[in-house]
DNA sequence: GTTTGAAACACTTCTTTCCA
DNA sequence: TGGAAAGAAGTGTTTCAAAC
């Protein structure tokens, strides 16, 4: 990422959809604000707790705390980094920037409590990610023609509202249209769709997910399986005792579960598979990252 | 009862110092 | 010059007492 934490110019995105959390508190969302000005366009940084005591004059167990209840309430993704010779780095935060089940808990972007006259901002001023987030992208992007769809989210905030199509829940008979099921085959010809779709039914069914546009999210889902598989074809197996061993590795004092590595893959993908709906409803609003899923390309 | 900060702890790498 | 030991530095976690 984009290492811009020494620049006292930069700044960070804050979803709305975290200040309608009905546990976040203002210690919490203090924590989140000082995190986003460090993370990147996909929520991810890495200060260290003594970096984010200091920046908010409290104490560095405090913020671990905090940190702690975050990572409990699915707003923040701790992840615990060694070095390449075994050494103690900072976490790495991942932050939750759209609304997941496992960290929304009621919480959404068209809360009932947000009637028109409390959004100072159109909705569409949510749904995009900045690429970046220091002074020089502001300033390139000043001087750059604009793409539609692609300007920045405080100049999104005066524009006029795209109209969006309304989430819906997963059909329990949804299945990959031919046209999903060609463009899937020319990628994967090895994966048995109907039984990948049938769990990614299940799955949005279990979790509750929405989508604006469900065929989207399975492409996405598809395409983050089938990456993760390939990186990592031991834990794809599903075996537990792969993943405590990982994780033991990693981290010997950990108290941690062992399933949290699949917990945040689930949370990612999730994450992935809302803004790959929302772009694809939005062709060419990936603002600069080309599509990095290739959905709809 | 809850929240907070200080202190101590564990773990590792890196640097410095000493000695053969 | 090279290896071993000691100390410093940086990280996150836990405990405990004080304040609210």
């Given at each position: 990422m984009t290492d811009h934490s020494a620049n006292p110019n930069r700044w960070g995105r804050i979803p709305a959809w975290w200040l309608d959390h009905p546990e976040l508190d203002a210690d919490g969302l203090a924590v989140l604000a000082a995190l986003s000005t460090y993370?990147?366009?996909m929520?991810?940084?890495?200060?260290?707790?003594?970096?984010?005591?200091?920046?908010?004059k409290r104490s560095r167990p405090t913020v671990n705390r905090i940190l702690g209840r975050l990572e409990a309430l699915g707003l923040v993704t701790i992840e615990h980094r060694r070095s390449a010779s075994g050494g103690r780095l900072s976490c790495r935060y991942r932050l939750a920037l759209t609304v997941t089940d496992d960290a929304g808990?009621?919480?959404?972007?068209?809360?009932?409590?947000?009637?028109?006259?409390?959004?100072?901002?159109p909705a569409a001023s949510h749904e995009q990610l900045e690429p970046e987030q220091n002074p020089d992208t502001l300033h390139r992007r000043a001087g750059r023609p604009r793409v539609a769809g692609q300007e920045p989210a405080h100049a999104r905030s005066v524009a006029k509202p795209a109209p969006k199509p309304t989430a819906e829940p997963v059909d329990q008979d949804w299945t990959p249209s031919a046209t999903d099921r060609q463009w899937a085959a020319s990628r994967f010809p090895a994966v048995d769709l109907d039984r990948h779709a049938e769990r990614f039914v299940q799955q949005c069914r279990a979790h509750g997910y929405r989508y604006r546009d469900v065929a989207a999210a399975w492409r996405s889902w598809l395409l983050q399986d089938m990456t993760r598989m390939a990186q990592q074809p031991a834990e794809a197996t599903g075996n537990p005792a792969n993943r405590a061993n990982r994780k033991a590795d990693a981290?010997?004092?950990?108290?941690?579960?062992?399933?949290?590595?699949?917990?945040?893959?689930?949370?990612?993908?999730?994450?992935?598979?809302?803004v790959a709906a929302r772009l694809n409803g939005q062709p060419g609003a990936a603002a600069g990252t080309a599509n990095p899923w290739g959905v709809g390309a």
């Amino acid at each position: 990422m984009t290492d811009h934490s020494a620049n006292p110019n930069r700044w960070g995105r804050i979803p709305a959809w975290w200040l309608d959390h009905p546990e976040l508190d203002a210690d919490g969302l203090a924590v989140l604000a000082a995190l986003s000005t460090y993370a990147d366009d996909m929520g991810v940084c890495w200060p260290s707790q003594a970096t984010l005591a200091g920046k908010l004059k409290r104490s560095r167990p405090t913020v671990n705390r905090i940190l702690g209840r975050l990572e409990a309430l699915g707003l923040v993704t701790i992840e615990h980094r060694r070095s390449a010779s075994g050494g103690r780095l900072s976490c790495r935060y991942r932050l939750a920037l759209t609304v997941t089940d496992d960290a929304g808990q009621g919480a959404r972007v068209d809360s009932p409590a947000d009637s028109a006259m409390d959004s100072p901002c159109p909705a569409a001023s949510h749904e995009q990610l900045e690429p970046e987030q220091n002074p020089d992208t502001l300033h390139r992007r000043a001087g750059r023609p604009r793409v539609a769809g692609q300007e920045p989210a405080h100049a999104r905030s005066v524009a006029k509202p795209a109209p969006k199509p309304t989430a819906e829940p997963v059909d329990q008979d949804w299945t990959p249209s031919a046209t999903d099921r060609q463009w899937a085959a020319s990628r994967f010809p090895a994966v048995d769709l109907d039984r990948h779709a049938e769990r990614f039914v299940q799955q949005c069914r279990a979790h509750g997910y929405r989508y604006r546009d469900v065929a989207a999210a399975w492409r996405s889902w598809l395409l983050q399986d089938m990456t993760r598989m390939a990186q990592q074809p031991a834990e794809a197996t599903g075996n537990p005792a792969n993943r405590a061993n990982r994780k033991a590795d990693a981290r010997p004092d950990a108290k941690r579960s062992a399933n949290r590595p699949a917990a945040d893959a689930e949370q990612r993908l999730s994450a992935w598979a809302s803004v790959a709906a929302r772009l694809n409803g939005q062709p060419g609003a990936a603002a600069g990252t080309a599509n990095p899923w290739g959905v709809g390309a």
